[in-house]
C-alpha cells in the first residue's frame, strides 16, 4: 500500500490550500480515509475523515468550517481542501487509509502558514 502526498507549502495567513492524497496498492473505494497532522514535540492530531462511501464527513473542532474532506474513488484520491489558514495550522499532514482494522500512512507533506 502506498499513499502519496502533496500540495502543501508555504501560504498567508488567511490563504488557502488543497493537498491531495493519491492511493495505490488496496482497493481504495474500501477504505476510510482520514488527514492528521503534526507539528515538533507534540502528538499526531486527528483532523478530518471521510468514509468509504463519501457521504459521512467529521472533523476536528479546531478546523470545522474551514477545511474540507473529500474524495475521487474513480481516481484513488482523497482531497483536503483547507481555507483560511491560519499560524497554527502550520504542522506536516498526513494521510491515513483505514482498512479491515488495519491503517497505513503516507510520508507526510509540509504546510506552513506564515506572513
Known amino acids: 500500500v502506498q499513499l502519496v502526498e502533496s500540495g502543501g507549502g508555504l501560504v498567508q495567513p488567511g490563504g488557502s490550500l488543497r493537498l491531495s492524497c493519491a492511493a495505490s496498492?488496496?482497493?481504495?473505494?474500501?477504505?476510510?480515509m482520514r488527514w492528521y497532522r503534526q507539528t515538533p514535540g507534540k502528538e499526531r492530531e486527528f483532523v478530518a475523515v471521510?468514509?468509504?462511501?463519501?457521504?459521512?464527513?467529521n472533523y476536528a473542532d479546531s478546523v470545522k468550517g474551514r477545511f474540507t474532506i473529500s474524495r475521487d474513488n474513480s481516481k484513488n484520491v482523497v482531497y483536503l481542501q483547507m481555507n483560511s489558514l491560519k499560524p497554527e495550522d502550520t504542522a506536516v499532514y498526513y494521510c491515513?487509509?483505514?482498512?479491515?482494522?488495519?491503517?497505513?500512512w503516507g510520508q507526510g507533506t509540509q504546510v506552513t502558514v506564515s506572513s
Open positions: 496498492g488496496v482497493t481504495f473505494s474500501n477504505c476510510h
Open positions: 491515513n487509509a483505514e482498512r479491515s482494522g488495519r491503517f497505513y
Open positions: 471521510i468514509n468509504s462511501y463519501g457521504d459521512s464527513r
